[in-house]
């Protein structure tokens, strides 16, 4: 099974040849090894992974949802509310699916939340989306070591939110900050050195 695994998450590289980042690895291996434990579809879409600190260092937390289309080979989907939170450790130990995440109230539980990605998103050829995600992943790390040691770091910031914005899901905007409030305080300047 961990060979058909790597497999499949070698297979979604690149088609210039570069490989995904350890990261980018660790989120997708940690959603299908999390699916029967936390009742993960294979249909289900994970967010992209942010970094907070836990008990036991640096951990990175990414949000499971739903999102559909007219028809199933639609990219203009919408996005659910999220009906999970996974935490872990990228470097392959722990996981879990049971974090607790107070989000945003909604009126409709369980319903829509708008777009899954920008109109900008939607026009870009695969080849473009598979290049600015590398960017985020890229970006994450960097900004992770930083906010991890409790250090200012202004450029990794700015890097960061440039290609954050951009890639990540409009619908989820406060979904990403109410699952990983103290990294965006970091990011904004807020934290005291």
């Not at 980042?21 to 699916?35: G, N």
């Not at 249909?43 to 289309?69: H, N, T, W």
Request: proline share 6%.
């Amino acid at each position: 099974m961990r060979n058909l695994i790597a497999s499949l998450l070698l297979s979604a590289a690149p088609a210039s040849g570069a490989l995904p980042s350890r990261l980018s690895l660790a989120a997708d291996s940690v959603r299908l090894s999390l699916a029967r434990e936390c009742l993960i579809t294979l249909e289900a879409f994970q967010s992209l992974p942010l970094p907070v600190r836990g008990e036991k260092g640096l951990r990175y937390r990414m949000m499971i949802y739903d999102a559909f289309g007219e028809n199933p080979e639609d990219h203009d989907k919408k996005v659910y509310v999220p009906h999970s939170v996974a935490q872990f450790d990228a470097t392959g130990g722990e996981a879990t699916c049971k974090v607790s995440v107070v989000f945003p109230k909604r009126r409709q539980r369980g319903g829509v939340l708008g777009d899954q990605m920008s109109p900008a998103t939607l026009r870009m050829s695969r080849e473009a989306f598979v290049e600015r995600e590398a960017r985020f992943y890229a970006a994450v790390e960097a900004a992770a070591g930083p906010f991890a040691a409790g250090k200012k770091d202004a450029k990794a910031a700015a890097e960061f939110l440039a290609v954050f914005k951009a890639h990540s899901e409009p619908a989820l905007a406060e979904y990403y900050r109410a699952m990983a409030p103290d990294f965006f305080e970091w990011l904004e300047g807020g934290e005291k050195k």
